[in-house]
């Protein structure tokens, strides 16, 4: 009789020490008893190709892909979700049995469902979103803020053109702000964003106004370390609903790992706990 096999997934990256995935995943595969393992593993960018392609002959049901190669790696997979093609990355692959690679991206999803669970009252359709920064992050956030219906997004990043594309990729509700003047911009603003790395502990300073902003609007930022950033910190002092970024982390990985191992886990404190230890 055929030992049945061990289900492996990983996260991929380039460095990967710092990853706290293997964390996470682990938390989950021992609430929900399952023999499985997921593991970090660290791939330069000229091996990346070969690794994913072999992986399904491995054993592995998937993989989570982060920095350097969430855009790289589109090239190796079979199919593209049509979000992964829409926001032009991809963080998470799933081997079928046929060894067909599929990739997506739920850092969006993660986001929509961290903002949900973190301010119950939240609705996209409240009011326009204003987004700080134009990167990979940000794509995937605007693609998912108007999935859910917000009514106009405004994009502000220090580099006026990266912020264009948006509006060339995303249509007519994509408004750009200038940089400098984000903070006048927060008058009507019923969600604020920062998607850059700024406040990041290493990181400089973010440096906007926040008196425009009304005490209503919902504040949130996708960096957790610090898990308040001076950004959360003065939304809540002026009364407004925040929540960290630690969560978006979380709610992005529940897609795959309910593809890789056949359970749908929960984001609960207990998880936030295990993996800010």
């Given at each position: 009789?055929?030992?049945?096999?061990?289900?492996?997934?990983?996260?991929?990256?380039?460095?990967?020490?710092?990853?706290?995935?293997?964390?996470?995943?682990?938390?989950?595969?021992?609430?929900?008893?399952?023999?499985?393992?997921?593991?970090?593993?660290?791939?330069?960018?000229?091996?990346?190709?070969?690794?994913?392609?072999?992986?399904?002959?491995?054993?592995?049901?998937?993989?989570?892909?982060?920095?350097?190669?969430?855009?790289?790696?589109?090239?190796?997979?079979?199919?593209?979700?049509?979000?992964?093609?829409?926001?032009?990355?991809?963080?998470?692959?799933?081997?079928?049995?046929?060894?067909?690679?599929?990739?997506?991206?739920?850092?969006?999803?993660?986001?929509?469902?961290?903002?949900?669970?973190?301010?119950?009252?939240?609705?996209?359709?409240?009011?326009?979103?204003?987004?700080?920064?134009?990167?990979?992050?940000?794509?995937?956030?605007?693609?998912?803020?108007?999935?859910?219906?917000?009514?106009?997004?405004?994009?502000?990043?220090?580099?006026?053109?990266?912020?264009?594309?948006?509006?060339?990729?995303?249509?007519?509700?994509?408004?750009?702000?200038?940089?400098?003047?984000?903070?006048?911009?927060?008058?009507?603003?019923?969600?604020?964003?920062?998607?850059?790395?700024?406040?990041?502990?290493?990181?400089?300073?973010?440096?906007?106004?926040?008196?425009?902003?009304?005490?209503?609007?919902?504040?949130?930022?996708?960096?957790?370390?610090?898990?308040?950033?001076?950004?959360?910190?003065?939304?809540?002092?002026?009364?407004?609903?925040?929540?960290?970024?630690?969560?978006?982390?979380?709610?992005?990985?529940?897609?795959?790992?309910?593809?890789?191992?056949g359970e749908r886990?929960?984001?609960?404190?207990?998880?936030?706990?295990e993996v800010l230890?």
């Amino acid at each position: 009789m055929t030992a049945p096999l061990i289900p492996l997934a990983a996260v991929i990256g380039h460095p990967i020490a710092h990853s706290r995935s293997p964390r996470l995943h682990g938390y989950w595969l021992r609430e929900h008893s399952i023999d499985g393992y997921y593991i970090p593993m660290n791939v330069a960018p000229e091996d990346l190709g070969l690794v994913v392609r072999t992986m399904p002959k491995m054993g592995y049901v998937g993989a989570n892909i982060t920095i350097p190669h969430k855009e790289t790696v589109m090239e190796f997979v079979d199919v593209l979700t049509d979000r992964a093609k829409a926001i032009g990355a991809v963080n998470t692959l799933v081997f079928s049995k046929e060894d067909t690679i599929v990739g997506d991206n739920t850092d969006g999803y993660g986001f929509i469902e961290n903002l949900r669970q973190g301010a119950p009252d939240w609705d996209a359709k409240d009011g326009p979103v204003m987004v700080l920064g134009a990167g990979g992050a940000a794509r995937s956030i605007v693609f998912s803020l108007l999935e859910a219906g917000s009514p106009k997004v405004l994009i502000s990043n220090r580099t006026r053109a990266r912020a264009e594309v948006f509006r060339a990729d995303f249509g007519e509700k994509i408004e750009i702000v200038d940089w400098e003047a984000a903070g006048e911009g927060l008058g009507d603003v019923a969600t604020l964003v920062n998607t850059t790395s700024l406040g990041m502990v290493g990181h400089a300073p973010l440096e906007i106004s926040l008196d425009a902003l009304s005490s209503d609007a919902t504040v949130t930022d996708i960096v957790y370390n610090p898990l308040e950033t001076d950004l959360l910190r003065a939304a809540r002092d002026k009364g407004c609903v925040t929540v960290d970024g630690l969560g978006m982390l979380l709610h992005q990985a529940v897609p795959g790992f309910e593809a890789w191992f056949g359970e749908r886990p929960l984001v609960d404190d207990g998880l936030r706990n295990e993996v800010l230890r």
